[in-house]
């Protein structure tokens, strides 16, 4: 079992920054894949960033592209997302996730493993 828990969330202005944090326990922390997802009130998950095991490899959704970086320091079993340019549009629910299937990024929800319990993101126009 890993225990995975997000920290960072808040109200923000539109246009404006936010980091979020998403600490792991364990001792493999770098076995895992990683990601982050949210969830907007009323709307399904959704697929926000990946990042494989070593820091390589990174995808991200079409809608935040150039706003948002994925990165991880396996030295602190911790993952990062650094949210710009913040729209009322990415107000949700954000969560971590770890996924241990053998592939460099997962963007689908079902092949993660584990999950965090989310920090919200409130973006004010």
């Known amino acids: 079992q890993v225990q995975l828990v997000e920290s960072g969330g808040g109200l923000v202005q539109a246009g404006g920054s936010l980091r979020l944090s998403c600490a792991a326990s364990?001792?493999?922390?770098?076995?895992?894949?990683m990601g982050w997802f949210r969830q907007a009130p009323g709307k399904e998950r959704e697929f926000v960033a990946s990042?494989?095991?070593?820091?390589?490899?990174?995808v991200y959704a079409d809608f935040v592209k150039g706003r948002f970086t994925i990165s991880r320091d396996n030295a602190k079993n911790a993952v990062y997302l650094q949210m710009n340019s913040l729209q009322p549009e990415d107000t949700a629910d954000y969560y971590c996730a770890a996924g241990a299937k053998q592939v460099a990024t997962i963007t689908r929800a079902s092949w993660y493993d584990y999950w965090g319990q989310g920090t919200q993101v409130t973006v004010s126009s």
């Open positions: 990042i494989s095991r070593s820091g390589g490899s990174t």
């Open positions: 364990g001792r493999t922390f770098s076995t895992y894949v």
